[in-house]
């Protein structure tokens, strides 16, 4: 092994620590937060609702759509509150891995708005989003296969490493974000960026995978804990 | 063993395709049945069933039968295009558009008087895969509230011919289909 | 935002035919699964760019424009050239395409390119420094799909690389008193590694490349793999709102690694 170590002290397979909460806003149907370190997310849903103009809704399923943004003081340096290409770009990718999550046979010719802010990124802010809004998507009430549980891998001086730092991903050979539905053995986001050997790849695959199982038992826990306060809310016991 | 009630979060395995059949709120992949939502989980032995009962509904969810109170939006010559602001007691968030068929055959509703936009329904739900379609046939169902075209008072329904409605300001008259619980407000 | 695929609407009963060919190990172009449509590219027929190419795959055709010019460099990288990577479709290549800023699958089709050029370096950025901290190279690579007839990602890259190991870019000089000068001397643009993009998509259970518009209609989702030199991942994206299996993209990578000498081979070979 080289003398490589995480500027923070964790194993090359240690998460940082995380912490999720359900039903954080009250006017959305649905909504999360989701910390992992400092990589801070909230995610808000709406829907199923009617998408207008009416003409271009979807007649055999609903829409699933979703924003991606960073508020300005979430990085270091200000960001313009405009959509960067890298904001769509992340939206899209975010918006195809819920297209194969959530049952959108149910309600046609509606639509599901899944709103991402970041509030504080440092590092796998893709991948926080992901995790919060499967747990808003719980919170609304919306019909689907699975959670959604995700992380990145990645790979740093040689070393295959699991939930990047902001740092990290800067100084990184390459970086894996993976999403997936851990009971289906289901793949819904898959990037890379860098240079991997399909050996590394497989490796980080795996990695992967051992740490998305941990993160999905943290969101079913959350959502078991949020559960007393889910059910007095809507008048059951 | 998962009991009957047990709180099921979606993606859990609830049975194989052999032992139960799925019911709503659950899907089937590869011989199994997975919860597709958070719920309790109802195993129906009688008919070899399994399905989940959501603990939140999506407030787009409608059933049949369903009594909403809706809004009238526009009318056109056999079809009202209405607005639901309420389903059973709770207001929606999300305001769904759903369709009166307008039967003009029958006397009573050939008056052009017959709807108006702006005026409050009680309707039950007919249809709910694609369109929503409502009925307001029954006692109960019809107009709930609606205000006069002419100097905007509130209409009252005749206590002789409740499908009158007259407002007692300016005597305008106009016949439809009100529902017993109309609302009586003082003017 | 919305749930926006390219393309006409492909009626059911052709998407049954297309299934039941591929169950039956055929395509609708009688073409292999792992086999690419005929690639055509042409050079130098825009004279001011730096550098172009235009691929035909299939009916597909994307143009790719290389220009070089002299920049400020990024504060976090003061010695090196810059890279900017667009892409648009406009209504020319399909009558899906709109007008107006590039949308949310051009800005995607552009930013799997660029993933591709930057970390495994497609050209020595260093070597596009001027003055340090200054004046560099910037390496500006457009890209315009001219015919929509699926896999623009494809074709795209095979543009991109056509062009960029034709282009050729004007040498400055620096005076001592720290003046650039442009010269009249055009220096060729040195590749030091070789992307290739390789899109399957899945369709049904089954695993195709190279997708013309009809089969990537239909399909599930599309993983994009980016081989560089022959034995390295350079970068994957998947997209398209479907479910992929682990094996599905081992599957995908072992073909990209096979096929991958054979598309840098014409490419190469297509350069004089």
């Known amino acids: ?16 620590p995380i912490k999720a909460e359900m039903h954080v806003l009250k006017n959305a149907d649905g909504s999360a937060y989701f910390e992992m370190g400092n990589t801070k997310v909230i995610a808000a849903v709406y829907g199923p609702r009617e998408y207008y103009p009416k003409q271009l809704a ?141 050996e590394e790849f497989n490796n980080l695959m795996k990695m992967g995978i051992q740490a998305i199982k941990k993160i999905y038992e943290i969101q079913k826990e959350t959502i078991r804990s949020s559960l007393e306060s889910v059910l007095k809310m809507y008048g059951q016991t | 063993m998962i009991k009957n009630k047990d709180i099921c979060l979606p993606g859990d395995f609830l049975a194989s395709i052999e032992e139960f059949f799925p019911g709503s709120g659950v899907y089937e992949m590869n011989g199994n049945v997975y919860a597709s939502i958070l719920g309790k989980i109802i195993y129906d032995l009688k008919e070899r069933k399994v399905s989940v009962e959501p603990i939140k509904k999506p407030s787009i969810y409608l059933k049949r039968e369903t009594t909403v109170i809706a809004k009238v939006e526009h009318v056109a010559r056999n079809l009202a295009e209405l ?85 007692n300001i300016c005597n305008f008259k106009r016949r439809s289909k009100v529902s017993l619980l109309y609302i009586r407000t003082k003017s | 935002m919305s749930e926006f695929k390219y393309g006409v609407f492909i009626p059911k009963i052709k998407q ?14 009688n073409r292999d699964f792992i086999e690419y449509r005929k690639i055509k590219i042409k050079y130098g ?52 395409f709109e007008p107006g800023p590039p949308d949310e699958n051009a800005i995607e089709l552009a930013r799997i390119i660029d993933r591709g050029l930057r970390k495994p370096e497609v050209v020595d950025f260093k070597k596009l ?36 190991l034709t282009a050729k870019y004007t040498k400055v000089d620096v005076s001592p008193t720290g003046e650039i000068i442009r010269t009249n001397e055009r220096l ?25 518009l009809e089969e990537e209609m239909i399909a599930d ?27 599905d993209i081992n599957q995908a990578l072992e073909n990209s690694l096979k096929i991958y000498p054979r598309i840098k081979e014409i490419i190469t070979s297509s350069v004089k």
């Open chain 3, 129 to 164: 420094c001027i003055v340090p901290g200054k004046k560099v190279y910037g390496l500006w690579i457009d890209i315009y799909a001219l015919n929509h007839d699926g896999n623009l990602i494809d074709a795209a890259g095979i543009a991109t690389m056509a062009a960029l």
């Open chain 2, 83 to 167: 607005k639901i602001l309420y389903v059973e007691d709770t207001k929606t968030q999300t305001k769904l558009t759903a369709y009166l068929i307008l039967k003009r055959k029958s006397s009573t509703l050939k008056d052009s008087n017959f709807l108006k936009p702006e005026d409050y329904l009680r309707a039950r739900v007919l249809t709910t895969e694609g369109n929503i379609f409502v009925s307001i046939r029954g006692k109960n169902y019809g107009l709930i509230y609606a205000d006069c075209p002419i100097c905007g008072n509130p209409l009252h329904p005749l206590l002789k011919n409740k499908n009158v409605l007259v407002c």
């Open chain 1, 58 to 198: 979807l007649p055999q399923e609903s829409m699933v759509r979703v924003r991606y943004h960073m508020i300005p003081f979430s990085v270091k340096e200000r960001k313009s509150p405009a959509l960067t290409r890298r904001e769509i770009e992340i939206s899209k990718v975010i918006k195809e891995a819920f297209g194969g999550c959530i049952k959108k046979d149910l309600f046609p010719r509606s639509t599901i708005d899944v709103y991402i802010e970041v509030l504080n990124a440092d590092g796998s802010t893709r991948v926080a989003s992901i995790n919060a809004v499967s747990l808003a998507l719980v919170d609304a009430g919306i019909f689907l296969y699975d959670l959604v549980a995700a992380v990145s891998v990645g790979k740093i001086h040689d070393q295959l490493i699991v939930d990047l730092t902001g740092d990290e991903d800067q100084n990184s050979e390459a970086d894996m974000p993976i999403a997936m539905m851990p009971s289906l053995n289901k793949i819904l986001l898959l990037q890379m960026d860098g240079t991997l050997t399909v």
């Open chain 3, 188 to 212: 060729p643009l040195e590749v030091i590694n070789f992307p290739v993009y390789i899109t399957h998509v899945k369709i049904g259970e089954h695993l195709i490349i190279d997708p013309n």
């Open chain 3, 45 to 96: 027929h825009i004279p001011n760019a730096d550098g172009c190419a235009e691929v035909q795959l299939g009916n597909t055709i994307v143009i790719a424009g290389v220009k070089l010019d002299l920049t400020n460099p990024y504060p976090s990288e003061p010695d090196r050239g810059t890279l900017i990577v667009n892409a648009e479709f406009p209504p020319v290549a399909s009558p899906d």
């Open chain 1, 1 to 16: 092994m080289s003398q490589f170590k995480r500027s923070d002290g964790r194993a090359n397979d240690e998460l940082r």
């Open chain 3, 221 to 247: 989702c599309k993983l994009t793999t980016i081989i560089s030199n022959g034995n390295l991942i350079g970068g994957i994206q998947k997209s398209g709102s479907g479910a992929l299996s682990i094996e």
């Open chain 3, 16 to 29: 049954k035919f297309i299934l039941n060919l591929l169950n039956n190990k055929k395509r609708v172009d």
